[in-house]
Structure formats: C-alpha cells, structure tokens
C-alpha cells in the first residue's frame, strides 16, 4: 500500500500507516517498514510505503484493508479497526522500522 499527495496534507494518512505497519507486524510476527518518499514528484509532495516483514510491498490481502483505515474520519477509526483487522492470537509486540528521504518535510512526516 502506498499513499501520496501534497506533504502538507499528509499527516492523518501517515498516522493511519503508522498503525497498519503495527497490525501487520503482529499479524507477522516481524518488523514492517514504512519508507517516507515521493522522490519522483513534485517537491511539495510526498507519500509513503509500507514494507511487509518479508521485505516485499505490502501484502495486496492487506491493501483493502490499509485504503479503508486511511480513509475514514477519526470517529470511525477503532469501528474499522475492529472490523477489517483480526486481533492476534499471540500478543507480539509490534516492530515498525520507519525510513525517509532527504525533503524537508519528510522528517516531520516520519516522526
């Protein structure tokens, strides 16, 4: 999964892949990634990317999953959460492994 769009507006859709990347982690038992980067658009903009325990994109079972969390309004979030994600069985504590490009506002966006 991926999002990008003006760096400006990004903030809500990076604490919703801060907590996809978490889920996947437990759901796997490994660390996720999430890279900060848009290296290829315009400056202003950046995105994100979320790298799956084996180190390939995100597993595509999980696309739907990570574009209905994104998308939804504060209020709706613990609804989705419960609904499109199965706890874990096994309480892992997730591991989530955040990397970023050199634009200024990539720090932000990562921290």
Known sequence: AGFRGDAKLLDVAMERVGMVAALRSQSEGGATGVMVTASHNAERDNGCK??????????????PKAEALARRAEADV??????????????????????????????????
């Open 50 to 63: 979320i790298v799956d325990p084996s180190g390939e994109m995100l597993a595509q079972e999980w696309e």
């Open 78 to 111: 613990s609804a989705v959460v419960a609904q499109q994600f199965s706890p874990s069985k096994k309480k892992k504590k997730p591991v989530v492994v955040i990397g970023r490009d050199t634009r200024p506002h990539s720090a932000r966006l990562a921290g």
